[in-house]
Structure formats: structure tokens, C-alpha cells
């Protein structure tokens, strides 16, 4: 039952409507902030239409600086969210001196999304720092990949890719990957996908049930390969009845967890400005490239 009131708390904030809300929701202000964001250094695509694409944004100075490749969330369903709304978070990373590379990619409702496509997508963007990197002075050595949500998972799964085998070897290797409320597996949110997302998703991502489609399941589950061998920060807000065991099984593999608790709401912790979400931007731009292991 504690998940289900969880998901309660956090998750249905998803479907909170403009029309009866008397205060702006955390979802509502996640928006609003992130329409605030000043404009990237340039926008550019990694593949053949917009919906492959980033916003790429660098800080003051010459570098070659970090990077942060940013996946945003929104059901993994391409009218819920954008690259847009992560906007306020890519700009408040590069204020900490970390180039932000926010990435767009194809979701379900647009042509060739799911499985595998969406997760193409996602590697191919990462991958893109390779090219970048040759007009921009980007620290190729000094990379991480934050994502929110289903970008969480999204953002594991791209890190995950050198456990895959060679159809999936990642031309750049992450030095840290940043969970952001996410799940790590996709089979046990098949049903509660529907409450938080409204619908079911799951089963349309991935083409089928876990059962019929197990093996692509385990190929897109990053849970299914650890350890990742990277460091892995992890910020747990009302996905944390999924987080928690997550980074459990991550350290018994023998990965470097380091977990920061948020509030039981899904969009705070996306929300620079915030409380909580000034510690997020906190957590990720001093320990996403650190080297310590610090006592838990």
C-alpha cells in the first residue's frame, strides 16, 4: 500500500488541471520556470528532423568544459513533455560551469518511437558529444547524463549500453549518471504506469507485455545489467518505493550510490528556484564529476 499512496502523493500531480487548481501546482511552476530559461548557445540536430536534435548550452570562459547530457521525462509519450522543460535545469548547470547538451527524442505518437527507436535515439544523442566536441570545447573525459522521470530511465539505459554487447557499444563513456525520480526497470511499473501517466505506456513502448517481450525488457531495463561501473546519484522523490531498492541492488553490485532525498513531489526536485530543487542542482554539479567515495 505505501507505494500506491506514494504514487498518490507525487505521481497524480501529473494530471493536476490548470482549471481547478486555486494555487499554481508544482507542475504548473516546473513549466513556467523552465519558460524563463534564456535561449541555449545553439540549437543543432543528431539525426534527421527536429525531433533528433539539442539545445546546447556552454559557460562563460574557454574551457574544455564538463558535460551534462540532459534526457527530460513525460511518460516516454510525446505530448506531455519537451527538451523545453528542462530548459531551467540545463541553464542552472551551466551557470555551475557544466556545458548542458538537452536532447530531444522521438516519443510514443511520433513515427518510429518505442522500442527500439526511442532508445536509438537517446544513444545517438549522447554519442553526438563526439561530434560537438570537435566545434566546442567539451571535456569528453568529464561527462554525465541527467535525466528526469522516464528520461531517468532513459538516461540509466544510456549508460547502461556498454552491458548490452557490441550492437550497442556507446562511442562515449559517462563518468557519473544522474537519476532523477525514475525507475530503473520497466516490468514492475506496468499497471501503475497507467496512474501515474493517465494511460498505460509501457506495453506500447516496448511493443508487448513482459511476457510476450521479455527479452527486449531485460535489453531496456538498466536494473537487468549492474553493476554500470559509474558513479550513480540518485535523487528519489515519489518514485522512491522503485528508487530505493534500485540503489540497494546498485551498491550490492558494487556501484558508487549516492542517494539525495527530495520531497514526495515529482516536479520540485525539476524546479530551480525551489528548495529542493537548488539542492538537485547542488547535488549534481559538485558530485557529478568528483572522484571521491565518501562514507555514507
Known amino acids: 500500500m505505501r507505494i500506491y499512496s506514494l504514487l498518490a502523493c507525487g505521481l497524480l500531480a501529473l494530471l493536476a488541471s490548470p482549471a481547478i487548481a486555486a494555487e499554481q501546482t508544482p507542475e504548473q511552476k516546473y513549466k513556467e520556470v523552465a519558460s524563463r530559461a534564456g535561449p541555449p548557445t545553439a540549437v543543432l540536430r543528431y539525426g534527421a528532423n527536429d525531433l533528433r536534435s539539442g539545445q546546447l548550452r556552454l559557460p562563460s570562459g574557454k574551457g574544455p568544459f564538463p558535460v551534462a547530457v540532459i ?6 509519450t510525446a505530448s506531455y513533455d519537451t527538451m523545453a522543460g528542462t530548459a531551467a535545469v540545463a541553464e542552472a548547470l551551466t551557470a555551475r560551469g557544466i556545458a548542458t547538451w538537452n536532447i530531444e527524442y522521438r516519443r510514443l505518437g511520433d513515427a518510429g518511437a518505442g522500442w527500439p527507436g526511442t532508445f536509438e535515439d537517446v544513444g545517438a544523442g549522447i554519442d553526438h558529444l563526439e561530434t560537438l566536441a570537435k566545434t566546442y570545447p567539451l571535456d569528453l573525459a568529464r561527462v554525465t547524463i541527467v535525466g528526469h522521470s522516464a528520461g531517468a530511465h532513459l538516461a540509466l539505459w544510456g ?17 557519473s549518471i544522474v537519476q532523477i525520480d525514475g525507475v530503473a526497470s520497466l516490468a514492475p511499473f506496468v499497471g501503475l504506469d497507467a496512474e501515474a501517466c493517465g494511460k498505460p505506456v509501457i506495453s506500447d513502448l516496448m511493443g508487448g507485455s513482459p511476457d510476450d517481450r521479455a527479452e527486449q525488457y531485460r535489453l531496456a ?8 561501473g559509474i558513479r550513480q546519484l ?4 515519489a518514485f522512491r518505493p522503485f528508487m530505493a531498492p534500485y540503489a540497494e541492488a546498485a551498491r550490492k553490485a558494487g556501484d558508487h550510490v549516492e542517494v539525495l532525498d527530495g520531497t514526495d513531489d515529482h516536479f520540485d526536485v525539476v524546479t530551480p528556484g525551489t528548495l529542493v530543487g537548488d539542492k538537485v542542482i547542488d547535488f549534481i554539479a559538485t558530485r557529478a564529476f568528483a572522484t571521491d567515495r565518501p562514507v555514507p
Open 159 to 175: 549508460a547502461s549500453r556498454s552491458r548490452l554487447g557490441a550492437g550497442y557499444a556507446p562511442r562515449i563513456h559517462p563518468v
Open 221 to 228: 531495463s538498466p536494473a537487468a545489467h549492474l553493476p554500470l
Open 234 to 237: 540518485l535523487v528519489q522523490g
Open 71 to 76: 534526457v527530460h521525462g513525460g511518460c516516454w
